[in-house]
């Protein structure tokens, strides 16, 4: 996949400076939030011209590359997500 960066920005000026696909006001969260809710990639697509597949993609790998640098850290032994 092409460089995330060319379609993830993050602009304080836009929507308080959350990533947002380059050149909208779409949010990654929003991109996420719609896809849990059960919509599919043609849903939002439709929904959404100015977005592409690679958007979408886009977004999903930014939050997998985040995620992977966040550790939790317990006080004790037992899972945070048991």
Avoid at 31 to 56: C, F, K, N, R
Avoid at 70 to 76: F, G, R, T, V
Wanted: net charge negative; hydrophobic share 45%.
């Amino acid at each position: 996949m092409e460089q995330v960066v060319s379609y993830i920005s993050i602009d304080p000026r836009i929507r308080f400076g959350k990533p947002c696909i380059t050149g909208t006001r779409i949010a990654v969260t929003d991109i996420l939030q719609w896809l849990a809710s059960g919509m599919t990639t043609a849903d939002i697509l439709e929904d959404y011209p100015d977005l592409q597949e690679v958007h979408i993609r886009a977004a999903l790998n930014f939050v997998a590359e985040r995620e992977s640098y966040i550790k939790i850290i317990s006080s004790d032994a037992t899972p945070a997500f048991a």
